[in-house]
């Protein structure tokens, strides 16, 4: 069965300071791995889309890591902000019928 | 460029009822989809349009249906209202389909059953 898994399920961390969300899958076979950034009360917004030939990506203080051999993917933050608490999720697209599977997102809370 | 638009923000109904949330894409997008977000679930598809075909379908039972429209846009329909059925819905919208396309998100319909 697909499945994609997130950790930890929240995380609190001070203002200023680095974290790295963790996102595991089992989806086969692999087309793209997306991580979204989704505020309280809106729609999520795409931060990275990563294909298999893919290890990193950045956009701006976010760098997404993937490893298609482990079937593993990282967010990382650097300097966080206060405008960074919000939920992200990974997702993970089938290659063949685009079939899209979800986590269930990882809550960032950042406190001054 | 105007993003997704979905139609009500809210929207508060009994059990029993039926409801219908639109969503207007993006200006030459081609695909929507639909889903539906859970605390305790997460996002779960509901289902994928693209030139007025349904392309992809999620586990949701019958009384979940949708449809799109010549100009791209989509409603979609929920009958016999549960209170399960209390979610965010949101819809998205590619050029082409999901691939590896970004989508773009509305900010949803709040679903509130009674």
């Known amino acids: 069965k697909n499945q994609v898994e997130q950790s930890p399920q929240s995380l609190i961390i001070l203002e200023g300071k680095n974290c790295t969300l963790q996102c595991n899958y089992t989806v086969s076979p692999f087309s793209n791995l997306r991580w979204y950034k989704q505020d309280t009360g809106r729609g999520p917004v795409s931060l990275t889309i990563?294909?298999?030939?893919?290890n990193t990506k950045s956009n701006g203080r976010y760098t997404a890591t993937l490893d298609a051999d482990t079937k593993q993917s990282s967010l990382h933050i650097t300097a966080s902000q206060l405008s960074d608490s919000a939920s992200y999720i990974c997702v993970v697209t089938n290659f063949g019928n685009e079939k899209l599977t979800f986590g269930t997102g990882t809550r960032l809370t950042i406190i001054p | 460029k105007a993003g997704v638009t979905q139609t009500p923000r809210y929207l508060i109904k009994t059990r029993g009822q039926q409801v219908t949330l639109s969503c207007s894409p993006i200006s030459g997008h081609r695909s929507v989809s639909w889903y539906q977000q859970t605390p305790g679930q997460g996002l779960q598809f509901l289902f994928e349009?693209?030139?007025?075909?349904?392309?992809n379908k999620g586990n949701f039972p019958g009384r979940f249906s949708g449809r799109q429209f010549s100009n791209s846009r989509s409603e979609m329909n929920v009958s016999t209202l549960e209170l399960g059925d209390s979610a965010l819905y949101l819809c998205?919208?590619?050029?082409?389909?999901?691939?590896?396309?970004?989508?773009?998100f509305g900010d949803g319909t709040r679903l509130s059953i009674l």
């Open positions: 349009y693209f030139s007025e075909t349904q392309r």
């Open positions: 998205a919208s590619s050029l082409a389909g999901t691939s590896n396309q970004p989508q773009h």
């Open positions: 990563m294909t298999f030939s893919e």
